[in-house]
């Protein structure tokens, strides 16, 4: 129960904050961008420290920080031209260090800003961009609104899946990665992200075909959950059970937005590329 009120309290400011902040967009996601952004590489660095692997964290998250400065201003070619000198100053860097595993550091610290930092930036273009993609008047916010959709559908199927695998779970999803995920939960999440966002993006964005939003919600219930599954792997490698303490009663910000983050790269490309 103490956990539970610990949840609770931070669930009372943290999702009105989320919301309100991903709705708005402009400059207000941006800057949470960059606060999930910073964090979950920090914590995705420092618990490999556990295993010796010592990623070049704060300027990792300096750099991972301007990256998505200049996919905010600039262009996609922009963007790629600055991941490319990042990677190179990290490699140039890499000759100079003689500690043991500086190649590993390396490869750990690129892999990093690769998995978190380009996942992020992809959320960050479906809020920026997802008017002019659908041809959608920004007077009302259309990607905040999906947005929104996003964020409550992640959650019903977390809650989903833990309830469902707790009442009906027999069949182990993933033993090996995380012992406690069943087959039955997975299907419950599924029915759960569906259940949201077919019916909700219906009434908030009726502009826009449904079909878009039943493939949403597919990717939320499918690739959400193996997003939490790539997430455990991390941590059971690393040998920690928690990113971090520093959201009482939810772990930490690796904990909380890893399945946000995997989807983001698949709802880019579904509402960038396909057209229905």
Not at 95 to 108: A, E, G, K, M, V
Not at 219 to 225: E, T, Y
Not at 265 to 271: D, Q, V
Request: net charge positive; glycine share 8%.
């Amino acid at each position: 129960m103490k956990e539970l009120g610990k949840r609770v309290l931070v669930a009372l400011w943290g999702i009105p904050l989320l919301l309100g902040m991903s709705y708005l967009g402009s400059f207000y996601f941006l800057l949470l961008i960059l606060v999930i952004n910073g964090m979950v590489l920090w914590e995705f660095f420092t618990i490999y420290r556990n295993i010796q692997v010592h990623a070049y964290r704060t300027l990792a998250v300096v750099l991972a920080s301007l990256l998505i400065l200049v996919s905010y201003f600039f262009s996609m070619e922009a963007i790629f031209a600055a991941y490319l000198l990042i990677t190179a100053l990290f490699l140039f860097r890499h000759l100079r260090i003689s500690q043991p595993l500086s190649s590993t550091n390396t490869l750990f610290t690129l892999g990093g800003i690769s998995y978190v930092t380009l996942f992020l930036i992809s959320l960050l273009h479906l809020r920026l961009y997802f008017a002019t993609w659908l041809n959608l008047s920004p007077d009302r916010f259309p990607g905040g609104r999906l947005l929104v959709i996003l964020w409550i559908s992640i959650w019903v199927c977390d809650t989903f899946a833990y309830f469902g695998g707790s009442l009906l779970g027999k069949h182990k999803l993933a033993p090996r990665t995380s012992p406690n995920k069943t087959i039955e939960g997975a299907i419950s999440g599924l029915i759960g992200a569906l259940i949201v966002f077919v019916p909700l993006g219906n009434w908030l964005l009726p502009e826009v075909s449904s079909t878009y939003f039943w493939l949403a919600g597919l990717i939320v219930g499918v690739i959400g959950q193996i997003g939490d599954l790539v997430e455990s792997r991390f941590k059971r490698d690393a040998g920690v059970k928690d990113t971090s303490t520093i959201l009482p009663g939810h772990g930490g910000f690796f904990d909380r937005f890893d399945s946000l983050m995997f989807v983001s790269p698949f709802m880019y490309l579904l509402f960038h590329y396909l057209h229905i």
